[in-house]
C-alpha cells in the first residue's frame, strides 16, 4: 500500500480519489490545510504527497519532505507554478496531470463571457425578486466580434472552436505558434489592438507574469472585455482596477486572482474580506469573478483522480519511466530526457 498526504482537501476530491485509490492500492491521507513550511510535519511517514493549485512547494518545503523521505511529489493540476521545480530537481520527482479536461475550463470561460455580456448575473437576481425590467441589461452580440486568444495550447485551442461557433474572428498570440493550425497568429501588440474579447490561456512563467499591465491595457480598445480563466498572476489586478474605474476595460471575467492563495475555494461568507483589491473588483457592476471553478466538471473530476493515481502507481512500479513527470528542463531540446523515455533524473 502506498501512503499519500493529500493536502488541500476538499470534499469534492475524496469520492473519485477513494474509488481510483483503492483500486490501485494507494492510501490518501485526506488534510484539509494546505502545504507550506508549517504544515509539512504532517507528511511524515507518507511516501509521496499530492497538492492542488495553492499549495506551496518552495525550496524549504522540498528539503523537508526529502528529510522525511517522500521522494514523489503529485500534482492533481495541470499548471505547477506553485512548485519550486528546480529545487526538487535531484531529490523529489514532480508529476502532474497535463490534461484532465480542456473543455471544463474551456467552457467556463465562455460560461463567464456570455453572463457577463448578456447580464445573465443581473437578469437572474432582477426576476427571483419578480423585477422583470431590462433597463441597464443591453450586451452586444458575440457574431461579427473579434476574440484574441492568449495561449493557443490546449485549453485555448478548444475555447477557439467554441468561439468560431459563435460566428467570432479569432486572432491569437503564443509564444510558440502552433504550425497549420489555421490559426491567425498577430504579435501581442496587435491583439491588444483589435480585440473585442481577450481571453487568457497561457501559464503563468517569470515572462507571462503580469502581461496585461497598464501598458498593456492602454494599447486595448476601449471596451474590451477580460477573461481570466488561466492563472491571477498573468494580471496586474490594480492596474486592472484602474483600466475598468476609467472605463477603459468594459467588463472583467475571472476565475483565478493573483492572491487567491489564502480566500479561494473556502466560504468566507460570514467573515470580513481583508483583500481591499478583491472587494473593490467584486463591488464594480462590470466584474465576475468566479473561485477557481474552471476544472469543476464531473469528467475532469474523474480523470484527475484517475491520472494522479496511474502517476503515482507509475513511479512506484516502474524504474524507467515515470507518466507525466516534469523538472525545470522539461522543453528544453537540448537538456531535456523525454525523448529518451527516461526519468527526469
Ligand atoms: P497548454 O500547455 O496546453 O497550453 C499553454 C499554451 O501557452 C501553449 O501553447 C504555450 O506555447 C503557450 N505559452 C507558453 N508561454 C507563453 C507565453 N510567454 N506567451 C504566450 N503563450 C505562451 O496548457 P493548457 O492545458 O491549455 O492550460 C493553460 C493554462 O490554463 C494552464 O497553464 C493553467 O494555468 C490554466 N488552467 C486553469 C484551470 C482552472 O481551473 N482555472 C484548470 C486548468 C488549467
Redesign the pocket.
Known amino acids: 500500500m502506498i501512503k499519500v498526504a493529500f493536502f488541500d482537501a476538499k470534499a469534492y476530491d475524496k469520492p473519485s480519489f477513494e474509488q481510483y485509490g483503492s483500486a490501485r492500492d494507494v492510501q490518501f491521507r485526506f488534510l484539509e490545510t494546505k502545504l507550506n513550511e508549517d504544515t509539512v510535519e504532517l507528511a511524515r511517514g507518507c511516501d509521496a504527497v499530492c497538492v492542488f493549485v495553492n499549495d506551496t512547494v518552495n525550496a524549504a518545503v522540498i528539503d523537508r519532505l526529502y528529510e522525511y523521505g517522500v521522494r514523489l511529489l503529485a500534482l492533481r493540476?495541470?499548471?505547477y507554478n506553485n512548485v519550486d521545480v528546480r529545487a526538487a530537481f535531484g531529490k523529489i520527482h514532480v508529476v502532474h496531470v497535463p490534461?484532465y479536461s480542456?473543455y471544463a475550463?474551456a467552457e467556463h470561460a465562455m460560461a463567464l463571457l456570455l453572463t457577463s455580456v448578456r447580464r445573465i448575473h443581473k437578469a437572474y437576481n432582477r426576476t427571483r425578486e419578480f423585477n422583470f425590467s431590462l433597463s441597464g441589461l443591453t450586451g452586444f452580440d458575440f457574431h461579427g466580434k473579434t476574440v484574441g486568444v492568449?495561449?493557443?495550447?490546449?485549453?485555448?485551442r478548444i475555447f477557439i472552436d467554441i468561439c468560431r461557433g459563435f460566428g467570432m474572428k479569432v486572432i491569437a498570440?503564443?509564444?510558440?505558434p502552433?504550425q497549420d493550425s489555421g490559426i491567425e497568429y498577430v504579435a501581442l501588440e496587435e491583439l491588444f489592438a483589435r480585440s473585442d474579447v481577450i481571453s487568457l490561456?497561457?501559464?503563468?512563467?517569470e515572462?507571462?507574469r503580469h502581461m496585461i499591465d497598464a501598458a498593456a491595457i492602454e494599447k486595448m480598445k476601449k471596451g474590451v472585455v477580460i477573461v481570466n480563466?488561466?492563472?491571477g498572476g498573468l494580471i496586474d489586478t490594480e492596474s486592472l482596477l484602474e483600466g475598468i474605474k476609467a472605463r477603459k476595460i468594459g467588463a472583467a471575467c475571472l476565475?483565478?486572482y493573483e492572491e487567491e492563495a489564502d480566500i479561494f475555494f473556502e466560504d468566507r461568507s460570514g467573515h470580513i474580506l481583508n483583500d481591499e483589491l478583491l472587494a473593490r473588483l467584486i463591488s464594480m457592476p462590470n466584474v465576475i469573478v468566479t473561485s477557481?471553478?474552471?476544472?469543476l466538471t464531473e469528467e475532469a473530476l474523474n480523470n484527475i483522480a484517475e491520472t494522479t493515481v496511474g502517476n503515482i502507481r507509475s513511479y512506484f512500479d516502474n524504474d524507467g519511466l515515470c507518466d507525466n513527470e516534469l523538472c525545470y528542463r522539461c522543453g528544453h531540446v537540448e537538456r531535456c530526457k523525454k525523448e529518451r523515455k527516461e526519468r527526469c533524473f
Open positions: 493540476s495541470a499548471g490534461a480542456p475550463v492568449i495561449g493557443t495550447g490546449k485549453i485555448g498570440y503564443d509564444r510558440f502552433a490561456h497561457c501559464p503563468l512563467t515572462e507571462t480563466t488561466s492563472r476565475d483565478v477557481h471553478q474552471a476544472f
